[in-house]
T-cell receptor
Framework: GDSVTQMEGPVTLSEEAFLTINCTYT??????LFWYVQYPGEGLQLLLK?????DKGSNKGFEATYRKETTSFHLEKGSVQVSDSAVYFC?????????FGSGTKLNVKP | DGGITQSPKYLFRKEGQNVTLSCEQN?????MYWYRQDPGQGLRLIYY???????QKGDIAEGYSVSREKKESFPLTVTSAQKNPTAFYLC????????????FGPGTRLLVL
């Protein structure tokens, strides 16, 4: 069946460091891929998405490229800020269902 | 502003009591969803509705019930049959159930007294 696997956290970085959060997926169809962010005590907010292979989603300095050959959708940011501290969820939608990864907590220290 | 609202933000349940969590959206979305999130874990689907007066069980529907009498509203009842209800509950909606982007409400935290 379909699934999403994310790197385990927490990930701890210093401000202005480069961020990568790995996400790989398994799907039988042609999924759309998403990254959501969750700040403490809040719901999930859509960060970016990509709907087909080689698409790049981007928002607020974050980027992720839909790589069909490696079934990956890694999240990157060139310079993180303290305000980026949150939990990040990778997700896919395929054949009318949504699948979420388990989330990766990011801590950014000043 | 369009969006999804959930109320209350915190809810306390006594043993043997049913409680209802509210979810309202003004995005004109057809599909709505309820998820449960436990500490440090991902989201698990409880129920979803593709259209008014129709809903389907998700992966962990036991001990929960829903209704969809209006397009804007999708309340979730946590019944006394749910033995471990303490969790963070998230409501979401999308334009349809065909894999469209899901948009989330702010969540309700349910605690058992």
């Amino acid at each position: 069946g379909d699934s999403v696997t994310q790197m385990e956290g927490p990930v701890t970085l210093s401000e202005e460091a480069f961020l990568t959060i790995n996400c790989t997926y398994t799907a039988t169809g042609y999924p759309s891929l998403f990254w959501y962010v969750q700040y403490p005590g809040e719901g999930l907010q859509l960060l970016l998405k990509a709907t087909k292979a080689d698409d790049k989603g981007s928002n607020k300095g974050f980027e992720a490229t839909y790589r069909k050959e490696t079934t990956s959708f890694h999240l990157e940011k060139g310079s993180v800020q303290v305000s980026d501290s949150a939990v990040y969820f990778c997700a896919l939608s395929d054949r009318n269902k949504f699948y979420f990864g388990s989330g990766t907590k990011l801590n950014v220290k000043p | 502003d369009g969006g999804i609202t959930q109320s209350p933000k915190y809810l306390f349940r006594k043993e043997g009591q049913n409680v209802t969590l509210s979810c309202e959206q003004n995005l004109n979305h057809d599909a709505m969803y309820w998820y449960r999130q436990d500490p440090g874990q991902g989201l698990r689907l409880i129920y979803y509705s593709q259209i008014v007066n129709d809903f389907q069980k998700g992966d962990i529907a036991e001990g929960y019930s829903v209704s969809r009498e209006k397009k804007e509203s999708f309340p979730l009842t946590v019944t006394s049959a749910q033995k471990n209800p303490t969790a963070f509950y998230l409501c979401a909606s999308s334009t349809d159930h065909g894999g469209a982007t899901q948009y989330f409400g702010p969540g309700t935290r349910l605690l058992v007294l």
